[in-house]
């Protein structure tokens, strides 16, 4: 979600390599490169944007998972995942950690302890709590999914491919297991397959990617001194500003980043992620019937069902709030 500050990752937003040399070889038009952990829910980048979000598409759903998974302290289990829900990280942490203490092989509560610890931007706590989770049971599909998003959101792609890639084994329909596995492993091909200028700025997307999911001050101004570095050079590139608004949002200036995303979708009408993310900040500045319309035309101009699904839960979500002249909290999202 959006904050003044921006703290919170990437949250909701949403963003797309299409545009961009050597990614055009991905699924689709529309597909999404997002860091978005799965929070045991059936909910749907980008995300840890860090991805970092409530919603996914993974097939269990957060009590299934922890029916399935949480022995003996499924009640506490369950409430730690409604914190997790509510965006309530703290008290997700402490009640899962409690968990962990009296029961240590307990896979979940090492899991949302992780998801916990990566919310509030604490990398190498969420890698070690999500890394023990699938050491006590290897078949944990989503703990690896979610330790692959944590690798990932810091620069790590080879053990995020990994972590990928037992997930995808586990669940070999699930698309964004497949989807996460695609996009790393092709952008691990193409860093290393070229010293082009195309590679090069391909690099350093990434680059400002792993510094604005970690989510201090000097890391905004280094990613968006990036963005504003490969715009320089490629100034009609829609992606790029895409994540130059996302950027200036997280610095909490939205007025900026609205006038970007303007811009973009003036340039490319049927660009979907610049209308959600345009949406989510005109709901951060209180503007409920204009937010409402950008999740419209990101709906209709997405051919994605996931994404689709998101747009549509967020114009519901939103229907009938006040406008307000102040900063919008809504309830937590980055697309697979």
């Given at each position: ?14 963003f797309s390599l299409r545009d961009h040399a050597g990614w055009n070889h991905l699924p689709s038009p529309n597909f999404k490169f997002t860091l978005k952990l799965l929070p045991i829910a059936l909910l749907i980048v980008i995300g840890f944007s860090l991805g970092l979000s409530n919603k996914g598409t993974n097939t269990d759903s957060g009590q299934s998972v922890i029916e399935n998974r949480g022995g003996a302290y499924k009640a506490q289990l369950r409430d730690a995942y409604a914190f997790i829900i509510a965006e309530n990280y703290s008290e997700a942490a402490d009640i899962a950690s409690g968990v962990a203490q009296i029961d240590p092989e ?231």
């Amino acid at each position: 979600m959006v904050d003044k500050k921006g703290k919170s990752g990437l949250g909701r937003f949403s963003f797309s390599l299409r545009d961009h040399a050597g990614w055009n070889h991905l699924p689709s038009p529309n597909f999404k490169f997002t860091l978005k952990l799965l929070p045991i829910a059936l909910l749907i980048v980008i995300g840890f944007s860090l991805g970092l979000s409530n919603k996914g598409t993974n097939t269990d759903s957060g009590q299934s998972v922890i029916e399935n998974r949480g022995g003996a302290y499924k009640a506490q289990l369950r409430d730690a995942y409604a914190f997790i829900i509510a965006e309530n990280y703290s008290e997700a942490a402490d009640i899962a950690s409690g968990v962990a203490q009296i029961d240590p092989e307990n896979p979940v509560a090492y899991m949302i302890l992780g998801l916990a610890y990566a919310h509030r931007g604490l990398g190498e706590e969420a890698s070690t709590s999500l890394n023990h989770a699938v050491e006590i049971d290897p078949d944990f599909d989503l703990a690896w999914y979610n330790l692959g998003v944590v690798e990932e959101s810091r620069g790590n792609f080879e053990p995020a491919l990994d972590d990928y890639n037992h997930a995808r084994e586990l669940e070999p329909d699930n698309k964004p297991y497949l989807g996460a596995f695609s996009r790393v492993s092709n952008a691990i091909i193409n860093a290393t397959a070229s010293e082009s200028p195309e590679a090069e700025s391909e690099n350093a997307f990434l680059t400002a990617i792993t510094a604005l999911n970690r989510g201090s001050d000097e890391d905004f101004a280094f990613a968006e001194n990036i963005f504003r570095s490969l715009i320089d050079d490629k100034p009609y590139d829609v992606a790029y500003k895409n994540m130059l608004a996302l950027t200036l949002a997280r610095e909490g200036r939205q007025d900026e980043a609205e006038r970007i995303l303007m811009e973009v979708v003036e340039a490319e009408p049927g660009y979907s992620d610049a209308w959600y993310n345009l949406g989510m900040i005109r709901e951060s500045m209180g503007q409920i019937e204009e937010a409402q319309h950008d999740f419209e035309m990101a709906y209709n101009s997405s051919s994605l069902d996931s994404f689709r699904e998101i747009a549509k839960s967020e114009m519901d979500r939103i229907s009938g709030l006040p406008e307000t002249e102040t900063n919008a909290t809504p309830t937590v999202y980055n697309t697979p």
